[in-house]
């Protein structure tokens, strides 16, 4: 009995790196067909297709909220007590320790997928005082002295460009006014996302 169980999770788990090699790993050789004949050979096509939809939707699920642990802990309690198309204890310690393992990498392969541009990498500021001018009202005036690390992803030699500029008082209040803005656009799409 207990070699059988071993079995199980061993498949299951086998499952769940064959999902995630091809969904976020790029391993397209890893076809419903090659998974169900290597892992579950013995299982009818639909009894296959049942555990694969389960596990695909679980690990949606695991992906799009990016679940640490205490919220993998209570959902994974939630799917084994359900009564249909729910998961066996023994299938939740396998996800747990699947997940713990996996985690990191699904986030930033979701991540780098899902940039199209330019990242920025590092946001520095500080706040300097004016003490030469050509003209003397712009002595003692405040000055922001910003500092952004952009890292370029269309290139595959991913590097770094650094970019240095000052801001009067201004331009601050101007960019601080558009940073809301753009902050309330999200907000309101969030809203209604949920």
């Keep these: 009995m207990r070699g059988k169980m071993a079995d199980e999770a061993k498949s299951f788990l086998g499952l769940l790196n064959g999902l995630v090699r091809r969904t976020y790993y790029g391993d397209a050789e890893l076809s ?8 579950y050979p013995d299982l009818s096509e639909k009894d296959f297709n049942d555990v694969l939809t389960r596990c695909l939707n679980i690990f949606k699920t695991l992906a799009s909220a990016d679940m640490d642990f205490n919220q993998l802990e209570a959902y994974l309690t939630s799917q ?12 939740a310690k396998v996800i747990t320790k699947f997940w713990k393992s996996h985690k990191s990498r ?10 199209w541009g330019n990242t920025l990498k590092n946001f520095s ?13 712009q002595i003692n005036t405040p000055t922001a002295i910003v500092e952004l690390q952009i890292e370029e992803n269309a290139s595959k030699t991913k590097g770094t460009e650094v970019v240095r500029f000052e801001m009067d008082e201004e331009k601050l209040r101007k960019i601080l006014s558009n940073l809301q803005e753009i902050e309330e656009e999200i907000k309101q799409h969030c809203k209604q996302e949920s």
């Design 106 to 115: 699904v986030h930033e392969t979701i991540v780098t997928n899902s940039t």
């Design 125 to 137: 500021w500080r706040i300097d005082i004016k003490t030469q001018a050509k003209h003397i009202d």
């Design 32 to 39: 419903n067909d090659f998974l169900r004949s290597e892992l």
């Design 80 to 91: 084994t007590r359900k009564k249909e198309g729910g998961i066996t204890e023994e299938q």
